[in-house]
């Protein structure tokens, strides 16, 4: 079985280098994908050119979101990710610097699965990527997927 | 012309001329009012439209002064000048562009700015919000050197934008840049849409006005223009313009720098009044103004009022003078009347006497009409009616005619005035009647003969007995005793040779023959006047014709009357006179009659007169002086005065008396008991009706009174209406026998006056109390049925500040505030037009203007039929009340509005204070992750490249990264703390703090810490913040107690000045009290972070969150011997 993607929505370049190397710090094989605005996470996920007749990307294993962010933000990406038969039941994980509570209230309300604050310290930081992959990708067994 | 006539016309005369007086005093009057009002309009007018002026110009004034508020916020920014900075210098700076985006985002939310824009220094719009805007017009980039100039913010002025041709006004403010601050690097345009704010305050008129308006003008060049949107004409705004040379246009005045209040033509060519002036540290000119039709209209109302007035006036007052008159035409005609009754009354009087008298008599007209009476009828054998159409010479005897005619003859010539013969008469039935016929004529004032009154006695029995001579004595004895006339025969002498029985009845003699003897001198004995004899028998012999004459008798007890005498002088064959007959005709009773009914008539006419004096008389005391005097004088009464009831009914007070007698007998205060036995006045009063004691020593009873020594007779009748008595009026004559039955009478009557004159006196006594008493407390009017003003009472006029002169008559609404609304006053009038009392508060208006408030009573009167005629208004003065009740709700609208003011201020710098936070947790603390991760990757990755010193280097860059990180954790959760809700409930402080300390302890699970928690420690409060607050305290009781080995952290509660103190005590490194006050300061510390490291934040979380919960945290500390926190909750 092909090893699924993560999908990182994050626009900070610094937060996307190190977001891949805790991952790679952590041990965790899958690919990242990124994406660095809410349009373009729309776009891989429900994308699909019809002039080209591109097909859909497959859906990644884990969504890394991140809630500022330019264009579209993270929560109305969540809301639509729920809104999608296809994607509702993706786990979703806020990664984000917010820690206001109105931010991580709304996450929830609008089904994230978990919200992630980023810490400042690295080593934390490699800690909770660490956390994120062993329960998201390995402990946790996945909502099968919706039948058309 | 009759004297009467002539009177009258001078009355009128008199009428007239104060007619004509009064209506000049009215008309001067009206005058003098109407000037005086215009007078204190004009200024009103002109100082209502000054204070709008003022207040416009200083709201324009402050409209001005917020713009470069506004601008100055950006214009002193340095975190706004670095971001334009940065932006300039590097338009590609993503951030730089959205952050200052954002700012100029939030400075287009207000709604006056309709874009903002920023520009470099070439005028190029780098940015703009909303995004995509037309570029800047030519007009603003003319303003961009002289703001560069002044490196001011400047307004520019009106203009119409090229892109829309909409009209702006332009902000433009210097940016300058962050390191020198004198250095312009761009520029920010802020337009602004005076449609939005600007033109409707300018518009707006405070008052209703149908044709007020505020303009603002500028000058340009030689023009006057106008620059906002007009009233009466559309698209005026910077389009119109007049020439400076247009002065007759207030606009024009004030571009020329006139102020104050002017007339002139404003742009429709219609007259204004108008307040200009300039606004301050501006190029505008205000004109504020108002057409002076429409100003001038109360003016044109008020002339017409006053006309009204003036002429309800003259017409009253002409009514009233016309009444008067009239009045006294109708007395005057009364008098006459009465005259005619009491000469009517007189001829009846004489038409009785000479119908009935046994003598016959006839009134002969020289037309030939005849009036006989019965007497003479008798004695001619015809019927009145048959008599009533003969003529004398019908039934004279053919032989006498002749003679008869010559006696008329010499009465008609004037050659005597009575003749008295002896004549035969054919009675009807033929046979001859002698008679002695005595005549008298009557003339007109011009002398004429008028008719002739005829005595006419038959002697035909004496003739008969004369000419037969064979009359027994007996016979002539008869006729002698039976005639009803007394008759006697004298000698000249004065000896009575013979009277008949008639004679001897009428001069109270038993007898003729007792006359006889007694009458010892016809002259002294018969006569009252001892000459009279002499003189009637001068008389008839030098006029033997004359033989009746009206004399004054004597009866045989002295007393006196009045008869008449027929006297025949009876001769000797020679002729000379031996003795005379006289015949005596009683006529004292005719007389008396005719002298009482002439009295009663002066009586009834003094009663009329008294009645009239004291019924115009409200004063009970007056009034009755003026009975008392009155009746004394004019009845001619020795005394006169009045007793009243007392209340009880049991005794009579004296109330009045005539003269100084009656005053001294007031002051001794005279009562009598109405039960006592022997006095008239009691007796009057308990019987009910008038008594007389005609002699006073003939009454046992009568007691004297030393002040009226002369009196002798007394009267007393009752004052006394219907069933009531009010009291007595008791009169004394000083004669014997003055008072007869008739006086009573007349008495009575004038009682029943003076009770109605008491009882008018005493009703108006108690009204006049009650409205006295009303008057005193409310304020009173009352109005007719169409609402105008019938009276006024001083009250109301004091309030209304109108004379009352000015107000009766008026239409209650010259009152009128127009602050209630139709309906209120339709109401009002629909209620009390239904008979129905109406009570409400209404806002008037005085004469000068000032407005009260008054609580209105009103009452229908209502007449017969149920329907209201008048309506009486009683009022109170509430003014002060209201004044009050409208001062509070000011200051509550005040206070609402600043608090709404506040709130709303308080509500933008929450949400600015939540915009900086997010932005601060989510902008600053990606980098550092960004510098902790990448330093982490670089000590991981080139470890081998890095030394010992390199490597710490890099430790010391994520140490401080991290306490970076701590730091702006800290801040966040403080300023959280802020907006947070608070949600209180019962909180157990022990076991929350319990929390704490355990996990302190799992911290540092090595270090010996002795924890000391009171148990049960509660408070009202914020679990969630309370929990912070221990968080912090017992934190830093633990982190300060570090150094030492025998730690001990103590939680519990006190009591301190009466209030419960929670506290938290350590004996950790403490601090020195001297910076005591700095504790709670954000980032303030008190020890080097490498002893004890913290971010200086946790103090002021704990403060902000104790005064959030209403309470005060303190501490008590010394350096190295521990500190102690003391905090209050409520």
Not at chain 2, 516 to 544: G, Y
Request: net charge negative; charged share 25%; proline share 4%.
């Amino acid at each position: 079985m092909k090893i699924k993607d993560i999908l990182l929505v994050e626009d900070n370049p610094s937060d996307i280098g190190l977001t891949r190397r805790a991952l790679e710090k952590s041990h965790i094989a899958n690919k990242l994908i990124v994406v660095e605005d809410g349009q373009e996470a729309l776009d891989y996920l429900f994308g699909g050119d019809p002039l080209t007749d591109q097909k859909l990307n497959e859906l990644p294993a884990l969504i890394l979101l991140d809630l500022k962010l330019p264009k579209v933000d993270g929560l109305q990406v969540l809301r639509r990710i729920r809104a999608n038969e296809r994607t509702s039941r993706l786990p979703v994980v806020m990664l984000t610097t917010s820690s206001e509570e109105d931010d991580i209230a709304q996450s929830y309300d609008l089904g994230a699965n978990s919200y992630i604050r980023k810490p400042v310290d690295f080593n934390q930081f490699v800690e909770a990527i660490q956390y994120l992959g062993l329960y998201w990708l390995v402990m946790n067994e996945p909502a099968p997927p919706k039948k058309r | 012309m009759s004297h009467y006539d002539k009177k009258e016309k001078r009355t009128l005369t008199v009428y007239v001329s104060i007619f004509f007086l009064l209506v000049t005093g009215f008309a001067a009057a009206g005058y003098v009012s109407y000037r005086n009002f215009e007078g204190q309009f004009h200024s009103q007018a002109e100082y209502q439209i000054s204070a709008i002026a003022e207040i416009k110009v200083n709201g324009l004034v402050n409209w001005r002064k917020e713009r470069l508020s506004d601008a100055n916020f950006l214009y002193q920014n340095p975190a706004f000048s670095a971001l334009v900075e940065r932006y300039l210098e590097n338009p590609d700076n993503v951030e730089a562009r959205a952050r200052l985006l954002a700012w100029l985002g939030n400075y287009q939310v207000y709604d006056q700015y309709d874009w903002v824009q920023l520009l470099d220094m070439q005028g190029q719009t780098r940015l703009s919000s909303p995004d995509g805007i037309p570029p800047l017009s030519p007009i603003i980039a003319e303003h961009i050197p002289e703001v560069l100039q002044t490196e001011q913010p400047t307004l520019v002025d009106f203009y119409r934008r090229d892109s829309d041709g909409q009209i702006r006004i332009c902000l433009l403010i210097p940016i300058m840049d962050v390191q020198t601050g004198n250095q312009t690097i761009g520029l920010v345009a802020i337009s602004i849409d005076p449609q939005v704010y600007l033109y409707p305050y300018i518009q707006n008129w405070p008052i209703n006005s149908t044709s007020a308006e505020t303009l603002l003008v500028r000058r340009d060049g030689q023009d006057v223009l106008f620059l906002n949107e007009l009233r009466f004409i559309q698209d005026a705004a910077l389009t119109l313009r007049y020439p400076l040379t247009d002065t007759d246009t207030p606009a024009v005045k004030a571009a020329l720098g006139q102020t104050g209040v002017v007339e002139g033509l404003d742009y429709r060519g219609e007259p204004v009044l108008a307040d200009i002036r300039a606004v301050p540290d501006s190029p505008w000119f205000l004109v504020a103004k108002m057409d002076i039709a429409e100003a001038h209209a109360p003016l044109m109302a008020r002339l017409w009022q006053t006309f009204g007035i003036i002429g309800m006036a003259i017409f009253v007052a002409g009514a009233g003078l016309a009444l008067v008159w009239r009045q006294q035409r109708i007395f005057f005609y009364h008098t006459q009347v009465e005259a005619a009754e009491a000469l009517r009354e007189s001829e009846d009087k004489f038409k009785y006497i000479f119908d009935y008298s046994v003598v016959g008599k006839s009134i002969t007209h020289f037309s030939g009409e005849m009036h006989v009476n019965k007497a003479l009828c008798d004695m001619l054998g015809y019927s009145l009616q048959e008599m009533q159409e003969k003529k004398w010479q019908e039934i004279t005897h053919p032989d006498d005619i002749e003679l008869t005619q010559n006696a008329i003859g010499t009465l008609i010539s004037g050659e005597k005035e009575s003749a008295r013969f002896v004549k035969r008469f054919v009675r009807k039935n033929g046979s001859i009647v002698w008679v002695d016929l005595s005549s008298v004529i009557r003339r007109d004032q011009q002398n004429q003969p008028l008719y002739l009154i005829s005595v006419v006695i038959d002697i035909t029995e004496r003739k008969q007995a004369e000419n037969a001579l064979c009359e027994s004595e007996e016979k002539y004895r008869r006729l002698f005793d039976n005639a009803p006339l007394g008759i006697f025969q004298s000698t000249l002498e004065g000896e009575v040779i013979s009277t008949n029985s008639a004679f001897a009845l009428m001069f109270g003699y038993d007898s003729p023959e007792d006359a006889m003897q007694s009458i010892k001198n016809v002259s002294t004995d018969v006569f009252a006047d001892p000459n009279r004899r002499a003189e009637i028998i001068r008389l008839t012999t030098e006029n033997p014709d004359l033989r009746t004459f009206e004399n004054v008798y004597r009866r045989k007890d002295g007393s006196t009357f009045i008869g008449s005498l027929n006297t025949m002088p009876i001769g000797d064959p020679d002729g000379h006179l031996v003795r005379i007959e006289g015949i005596v005709e009683d006529i004292s009773e005719r007389k008396r009659m005719q002298e009482m009914l002439v009295k009663r008539a002066q009586q009834l006419a003094i009663v009329a007169d008294v009645s009239a004096a004291i019924s115009a008389n409200l004063d009970q005391a007056q009034l009755l002086q003026s009975v008392a005097d009155l009746s004394k004088e004019r009845f001619d009464f020795y005394h006169a005065h009045v007793y009243l009831l007392n209340e009880a009914g049991d005794t009579l007070i004296l109330a009045a008396g005539a003269g100084e007698v009656g005053r001294q007998m007031m002051l001794q205060g005279r009562q009598i008991s109405i039960h006592r036995e022997h006095s008239l006045v009691a007796r009057t009063a308990r019987e009910r009706k008038g008594v007389i004691v005609n002699d006073i020593r003939q009454e046992p009873d009568f007691l004297p009174n030393s002040l009226l020594p002369d009196t002798r007779a007394e009267m007393a009748v009752p004052i006394i209406v219907g069933e009531t008595l009010f009291g007595v009026l008791d009169v004394q004559a000083n004669q014997v026998n003055r008072f007869i039955e008739e006086d009573v009478r007349i008495m009575t009557t004038l009682a029943a006056q003076i009770a109605v004159a008491v009882q008018n006196a005493r009703l108006f006594a108690d009204v006049n109390f009650q409205k006295y008493a009303l008057d005193q407390h409310s304020i009173v009017a009352i109005t007719d049925v169409t609402g105008k003003i019938v009276y006024v009472n001083d009250k109301f006029c004091q309030i209304s500040k109108y004379f009352r002169a000015e107000l009766i008559g008026q239409d209650h609404r010259i009152l009128n505030s127009e602050y209630h609304p139709k309906v209120f006053m339709r109401d009002l009038w629909v209620t009390i037009a239904n008979g129905k009392v109406w009570e409400g508060e209404i806002h008037d208006r005085a004469k000068d203007g000032t407005l009260y408030w008054v609580d209105t009573t009103i009452v229908p009167l209502l007449n017969e039929q149920g329907q209201p005629h008048k309506y009486v208004a009683i009022s109170a003065d509430i003014t002060e009340r209201k004044r009050a009740e409208a001062e509070i709700l000011k200051l509550n609208a005040e206070l609402e509005q600043r608090v709404s003011e506040r709130t709303a201020q308080l509500e933008i710098t929450n949400k600015e204070l939540e915009a900086f936070s997010y932005s601060v947790s989510h902008d600053l603390r990606a980098p550092l992750r960004g510098i902790d991760g990448w330093s982490q990757a670089l000590l991981e990755d080139y470890r081998d490249k890095l030394d010992k010193q390199g490597q710490q280097y890099i430790d010391r860059v994520r140490s401080e990264t991290q306490h970076m990180g701590h730091l702006i954790d800290d801040l966040l959760q403080l300023s959280r703390l802020t907006r947070a809700e608070m949600v209180k409930e019962q909180v157990d402080l022990s076991v929350l703090a319990q929390t704490v300390a355990e996990r302190l302890k799992q911290d540092e699970p090595l270090r010996p810490v002795d924890f000391n928690i009171q148990a049960g420690l509660t408070a009202e409060g914020d679990a969630h913040l309370l929990k912070i607050v221990l968080a912090n305290l017992l934190g830093n009781a633990f982190k300060f107690t570090g150094k030492r080995a025998d730690a001990r952290i103590e939680f519990g509660e006190t009591e301190l000045e009466g209030q419960h103190v929670f506290f938290i005590r350590d004996n950790g490194a403490g601090f020195d009290m001297a910076y005591s006050q700095q504790l709670f300061g954000v980032f303030q510390r008190m020890h080097k972070i490498t002893d004890f490291p913290g971010t200086g934040v946790g103090l002021a979380t704990v403060q902000r969150i104790i005064h959030r919960h209403g309470g005060r945290v303190w501490a008590e500390a010394e350096l190295e011997r521990g500190a102690t926190f003391y905090f209050t909750l409520g």
